[in-house]
T-cell receptor
Framework: DGGITQSPKYLFRKEGQNVTLSCEQN?????MYWYRQDPGQGLRLIYY???????QKGDIAEGYSVSREKKESFPLTVTSAQKNPTAFYLC????????????FGQGTRLTVV | DQQVKQNSPSLSVQEGRISILNCDYT??????FLWYKKYPAEGPTFLIS?????DKNEDGRFTVFLNKSAKHLSLHIVPSQPGDSAVYFC???????????????FGQGTILTVHP
């Protein structure tokens, strides 16, 4: 059963700590993405990767880091440098071809306490 | 710099009537447009899309219209059902090639409520 798995669904972090959000896909997609959703602001792109071992900053990359060592995995680290990390984080993947939709995971709610 | 805009934060419609959700964009490099539906605490699910070479695409109760000269698209849902109540996002992808390849840009979303 193909899809995108994000874990955990809920995550609590103390201020000053780094935390890594997991994203795994078995859709054999080349491209993967991380978005952040805040109330009233839609989905904003943090990082994206078109192929393994390559990734680009999105619109709000500051305070985040990623890696793409395997095609199936695209973990996102929220560092202590991210000033407002409490948000709903969404991972997506798509085939690397024109005019195709992206498929999303169920999201991770990160709360800084 | 909001390249994709949904200017109506919310829309309320009676069951059985038409829902019309609107979206405007500013980047003329956008080549493909999508609508996603999202429930709270879940990931968005793809609804319908349209290429810039078309002005209409239909899938069951859902129709998307594209007006390239006005840089405007709309999603029509007919007839609306209570289960359609969700947040609807429009998104756009630029033409193939370059570093923005495949990159989706989303609007802010519109909350649709369909009353029984």
């Amino acid at each position: 059963d193909g899809g995108i798995t994000q874990s955990p669904k809920y995550l609590f972090r103390k201020e000053g700590q780094n935390v890594t959000l997991s994203c795994e896909q078995n859709l054999n997609h080349d491209a993967m993405y991380w978005y952040r959703q805040d109330p009233g602001q839609g989905l904003r792109l943090i990082y994206y990767s078109q192929i393994v071992n390559d990734f680009q900053k999105g619109d709000i990359a500051e305070g985040y880091s990623v890696s793409r060592e395997k095609k199936e995995s695209f973990p996102l680290t929220v560092t202590s440098a991210q000033k407002n990390p409490t948000a709903f984080y969404l991972c997506a993947s798509s085939p690397r071809q024109p005019n195709t939709e992206a498929f999303f995971g169920q999201g991770t709610r990160l709360t800084v306490v | 710099d909001q390249q994709v805009k949904q200017n109506s934060p919310s829309l309320s419609v009676q069951e059985g009537r038409i829902s019309i959700l609107n979206c405007d964009y500013t980047n003329s490099m956008f080549d493909y447009f999508l609508w996603y539906k999202k429930y709270p605490a879940e990931g968005p699910t793809f609804l319908i899309s349209i290429s810039s070479i078309k002005d209409k695409n239909e899938d069951g109760r859902f129709t998307v219209f594209l007006n390239k000269s006005a840089k405007h698209l709309s999603l029509h849902i007919v007839p609306s059902q209570p289960g359609d109540s969700a947040v609807y996002f429009c998104a756009a992808i630029p033409r193939a090639g370059g570093t923005s390849y495949g990159k989706l840009t989303f609007g802010q979303g519109t909350i649709l409520t369909v009353h029984p």
